[in-house]
């Protein structure tokens, strides 16, 4: 049934495709109806994945052989690392096309697009196999590219190539290590099945070369320091439905890619010894998240555009992802996974709010061109403080409880990181609250006169805001309703990882 | 049982006015405050009764970080619960007075539902990582509150300002509690208590075992530094006057500063296993109290003297926890929170009376139009300056007795600070409630509706209530130590009626129908550096300025120029180049092929005939 997510967006995208553009209204009906399905497909895959099992569930089994020559089978199914993305996904697709509803130019080919891209994503979640993971990681980057300088703005051109070229570079490292595996098996039992593989043991020396490749490749898309540029510059380029996807879910790939392949099939590399350095690819990850969280944070707070401060605020709180996966303990990588899908969320609310609620109306994303919004559109500025808190990490939020055990696992695993990370979440209140205040507080510029004939906000707009927010107090509150699966997915993960990884590093 | 309607009646309260009633005023402060009044009487009940809470229900549970959600229901809890209560109950009440007509009366009222829902949070937090959540939601509705007039950037400052200072402070405590839990496994209010004693070993022989046992009970009190606005974190409460004064009376005088106050007396166990800890702590208190009661001295606007007053009064409570006295600093928390907040309430009063002006020396003469309000306000007064047979004197007392005992520096701290204490609270009497008015509002102000001056009576007479010896404020210190209020020999209580009686006869010399401040006068330069506050937020002012956002500016620059411009770029430029390059070789022309070819057969047969 799960795996019907993406068949469904790709279906949806070909429907919808084949629409008149003129039937507007039709259109995006029929896109939100398919995106919904997608979004109620993976609500009941939570309802139904059983959590005291664990492991691959709700795919279709053992797969069918697809590309046997090589191994490659097609097998699909979810686990509790990838079930919560695939609800991530299924919920920014939702909101996204009630933020779009306001599209008027080729309509059906936007959410053509759109889906498509959807429909990758899902895929990449879904798969088991390496092979078919990796095609459709491809398959995703090329709407994105269409979204963006097609429906964009503000240099849409120079940061849609920018996008998909990083995209493309990741895409080619993760090919090499592709090819590698396929290599390093013996051709008569060759196979991209992510399970097998995972029991496979490769020699050291393989998992040394191998596995930066794939994290990467990966690590690219996560926005890994310094290979982060193209997210801030894309995310704002983007239209704002494809930022929310940008930032909510696309990123979310990368590490997912990160944790499943690169770190799931070659853990041995993150103890392994470079350079004379004992463990060399974990300390490296874990300056550059440590960097990631700062220097996003640092480089948000002196950002003039609106979005760009959204932009460089996901670099920072992805890099709470990565330092989480690289403890390898439980708190880190549930941690790492709960932020995913917090992160997901409030980045998918904050770019709505930007790009939709305030430039579409205001014309301007400049932060000193704005201010005073908050009595001209009080219900904008509850959603971005909402937002913002959620993004600061407080308590009732679904960031907290994330970067709480992010912070836990990395004091047990590297307690001196704390103090780069602890400066970062205070620049991160710091830049959250000046933009709220620059843009929603104080007196109107003389620029929006006083902002009098804001277009009102439209019912989908209100609908998509709430439904964000309920989501980010609902994780908050009772964290458990997701953790429980991250949980299980964790500790067999670990299990599995520590009879490889030297004990030490290991250590619970 | 039922405990938990303590947090449910504010938070109901706070939903359904923040969702619906944001412009239904009335509405939303009746349900409001409705709220805040069934919670004082169901916390008064459950006192009463002495319930016992329901066990707790997991929260959070990933590898062996168990979070229980449970609520604490001890001596301690019920008295500050009452305390939050009943304090908060009477400036709800005021707050219909002072609001009136404002247009963000709904929002008002929700966010101070929220405050109270925090706030009782943190008290009945059984656990570490309950009452950090509590900790945070409190900073949020008092940043919510403080930039209540967002549109004054002013007030939006001191909100962002005081949301910062605060999460500074919260951070060590994270660290603390991550450092306690690592140690001791458990998060658990009274697990950790009854492992307490194993402390200092288990930490020894763990992998932080490099940190001496002060440092961990230094970094948990980072968090009363911020929160309780110790010395060197005091910044942001001066500039948390600007949000609306029942919120100064509740928020920044009452209730949530003194939060700081009672953790360290929750957690006190763990402290009072470290000398050193102690020793710091009571210096850091004595230090705030007496600067803050330095400054005090050159203030000009009401709130201000009184908010720095509240530092001072703060810096008390955290040295009697310093001195091993946690006692003492509840008491005086709990006498603190009524007569500070009455005095809030009473300088409320008299700002809007006097349409908002805050101007001590452009008030004067209030005594005589302002008759309740002034009586309150002197009431409120002398239980702060210590004056026999009002609340402070026991409480402050109480503090000083345990300074004397335990280390005579502080004990000349103390009461010096309480000198001054007396001196600048005549000051403020003597300026705006005596002689004769200084300004157009001040001739003309008349006295307020039942509304505002019900709390202020209530408020008053609880400055009484918690004088009786042996009345119900002893019992509840008794059910929190075992032990009675200890006694002093006679002169040392003729020194405590010694110093309020001369800091008042002092101010009313000094400052008796002065038309601007006399000290000012006498010694300028002494004001100004009072006045200047020792400089601390230019120096903050100036890291933050000076030194974050240059360093901000340039990474942003290393982001546009190095990772981009230099990486990117660089990548982009030499592919580009390499293009040009090798577009070069095909330029169609067939002498340049032939050219080429010739060329490499030449340099083909040449690698051959050397090999």
Redesign the interface.
Known sequence: MLVWTFWISFLGSAAVALLPSHWKSEVRWLALLFAALGLALGLWGWGAYDVEVGGYQLGNGEGVPWIPELGVRFRLGADGFSLPLVILTGVIGVTGVLYSWNIEERVNQFFALYLLLLGGVYGVFLSVDLFLLVVFYEIAIVPKYFLIAIWGSTRKEYGAM?LVLYSFAGGALVLLGLAGIAFAADPAARSFDLERLAATNFSSGFQAWAFPAFFLGFGILAGLW?F??WAPTGHVAAPTAASMLLAGVVMKLGSYGCLRVAIGLFPGALGATVLGVPGFWRWTITVLAAMNIL?GA??A???RDFKFVIGYSSVSHMGFVLLGLVTL???GL??ALLQMFSHGIVAGLLFAVVGRLVYDRTHTRELDELG?L??AA?FTASVFIIGG?ASMG???MSG??AE??V??GS??AF?WV?IPV?IG???T??YT??TI?LA????APLVGGDWRGLPPITLPEKAASCFLAAILFLVGL???VL?SMM?RAS?QFLDRVKQTVPVHLAR? | MGHAFLLLLPLTAFAVGGLFLRRRHALAATVSTASALASAAWATWLAWAKADPAAGAVWLDAGGFTVVFRLEWDALARLMAAVVTWVGAAIHVYSWGYMRGDPGTGRFFAFLSLFMFSMLGIVLAGNLVMMYVFWELVGLSSYLLIGFWHERASAADAGKKAFIVNKLGDFGFLLGILVVWTVLGTVDFLDLQAAAPTFRDRLAASPLGFLPLGAVALLLFCGAVGKSAQFPLHVWLPDAMEGPTPVSALIHAATMVAAGVYMLCRLFFLFALSPVALEAIAWTGGLTALLAALWTVAQDDIKRVLAYSTLSQLGYMVMAVGLASPHAAMFHLSTHAAFKALLFLGAGSVIVALHHEQDLWRMGGLWNRMRWTSVAFLVGMLALCGVPFFAGAASKDGILLVALRENRALFALGAFTALLTSLYMGRLFVAAFLGAPRGEAAARATENGWVMKGPLAVLALFSFAFAWRGGWAHDCLATLVGAPMEHAPAVVHAFFILIPLCGLLGAWALYREKPTDALGQLFPGLRRALASKFLFDEFYLWLVRGVQERFAAFLRGVDQWGVDGLGVRGVSLAAFCLGNVLRCFHSGSLQFYGFLLGLATAALLIFGVLR
Do not use: E
């Open positions: 920018k310094p982060h540029t220097y640092m480089v707070l002196v950002q303990n439980l708190w549930s941690g005073g908050g009595r009080p808190l407080l308590p009732g907290f409880f709480l055990l912070l836990i004091w047990k307690a704390l602890g979440m205070i620049v209140v710091v609250l000046r205040h929603f507080f104080g007196a009772y964290p458990t953790l949980d500790q619970p």
